[in-house]
């Protein structure tokens, strides 16, 4: 069976930073496409990034630059890095998973395309 369990959130101040992680269980980690989505209230939820076994990534524009995906395959562990937080990043996280590769091209971060997902983590970024 699969399980996310997701950490790392909390409040932060605007400029701070947080590291968000994903502990995975129940498959072969390497071979899933993994990743972060998240939702603030009264707002879709949205493709944060994601990471496919090849370690190829994708990313919001509106994270690029100051977010970073990885995996620790030892660990079955996915990591955010969120640097630079700002106000408008305060919302629920999630991490995702799915036993297919990435989808390509503006369909990574179509939520419908995940099986599996975390609990959430709240990120709470104040001005």
């Known amino acids: 069976q699969v399980q996310l369990v997701d950490s790392g959130g909390g409040p932060v101040q605007a400029g701070g930073s947080l590291r968000l992680s994903c502990a995975a269980s129940?498959?072969?980690?390497?071979?899933?496409?993994m990743g972060w989505f998240r939702q603030a209230p009264g707002k879709e939820r949205e493709g944060v990034a994601v990471?496919?076994?090849?370690?190829?990534?994708s990313y919001a524009d509106s994270v690029k630059g100051r977010f970073t995906i990885s995996q620790d395959n030892a660990k079955n562990t996915l990591y955010l890095q969120m640097n630079s937080l700002k106000p408008e990043d305060t919302a629920m996280y999630y991490c995702?998973?799915?036993?297919?590769?990435?989808?390509?091209?503006?369909?990574?971060?179509?939520?419908?395309?995940?099986?599996?997902w975390g609990h959430g983590t709240q990120v709470t970024v104040s001005s």
């Open positions: 995702v998973a799915d036993r297919r590769g990435c989808p390509h091209g503006g369909r990574w971060n179509n939520r419908w395309e995940y099986t599996y």
């Open positions: 129940g498959y072969t980690y390497s071979r899933y496409c």
């Open positions: 990471i496919d076994g090849d370690g190829s990534t």
